[in-house]
């Protein structure tokens, strides 16, 4: 099937501390996959992505590992902050985008 | 750039009736995207647009649900009649390109509530 789902709805960490948020696909016939952060009553926002053939990616902050052999996608955050708190979705993309359910990210104090 | 413009911010109308949104794209842009999202299912890709001509709509649920681009500059997505159950949030998003090589702009939103 075409899915693409999230193990954990609600995910809290401390300030500071790294967050791991995780994603299971089941179609592999992707170019690329994809993680977005939504806040509060705005529109997605694109984060990062990464190609099918690279097993990780970084960026400022945030780093994406493709596990191919178990289908599994992960967005790390280093140092999470009060800002960071937001949903995150994983996508991938053939030809089109389609994201999971999200996982809503809790920082507290 | 003032982004991807959705209006209205809001919509409360009754079953039953017609119910338009609207979108501008970034300009320059030559994708554009329709998005339902629901708590139960998330965020749906309705439909979309490339250089203006329909793509893929093979997510738009039933024929009440229409769109058109008549212009780079414009979209349009219809309900008619409208049902509760299409209650949700409704996004616009565009890009360069229709493979998502580069990121894609999303709007603001428009909350459809039909009661």
């Known amino acids: 099937g075409e899915s693409v789902g999230l193990h954990l709805p609600t995910l809290s960490v401390q300030e500071g501390d790294n967050s791991i948020i995780n994603c299971a696909y089941s179609?592999?016939?992707?170019?690329?996959f994809i993680w977005y952060k939504q806040e509060s009553g705005k529109g997605p926002q694109f984060i990062i992505d990464?190609?099918?053939?690279?097993d990780k990616r970084q960026g400022q902050r945030v780093t994406v590992l493709l596990n191919k052999t178990v289908k599994h996608l992960s967005l790390q955050i280093a140092a999470t902050q009060p800002g960071d708190s937001a949903v995150y979705f994983c996508?991938?993309?053939?030809?089109?985008?389609?994201f999971g359910t999200g996982t809503r990210l809790q920082v507290f104090p | 750039d003032a982004g991807v413009i959705q209006s209205p911010r809001h919509e409360v109308t009754e079953m039953g009736q017609e119910v338009t949104l609207r979108c501008k794209p970034i300009s320059g842009h030559n994708s554009l995207f329709w998005y339902r999202q629901t708590m139960m299912r998330g965020l749906e890709l309705l439909i979309y647009f490339n250089n203006n001509v329909p793509i893929d709509d093979s997510g738009m649920p039933e024929d009440r649900f229409s769109a058109k681009m008549p212009n780079a500059s414009f979209s349009t997505l219809k309900i008619q009649p409208s049902e509760p159950r299409d209650s949700a949030v409704y996004f616009c998003?565009?890009?360069?390109?229709?493979?998502?090589?580069?990121?894609?702009?999303f709007g603001q939103g428009t909350r459809l509530t039909v009661v």
């Open positions: 996508g991938r993309n053939t030809d089109k985008l389609i």
């Open positions: 179609n592999s016939a992707s170019d690329y």
């Open positions: 990464i190609r099918s053939n690279m």
């Open positions: 998003a565009s890009s360069l390109t229709a493979t998502y090589r580069t990121e894609a702009f």
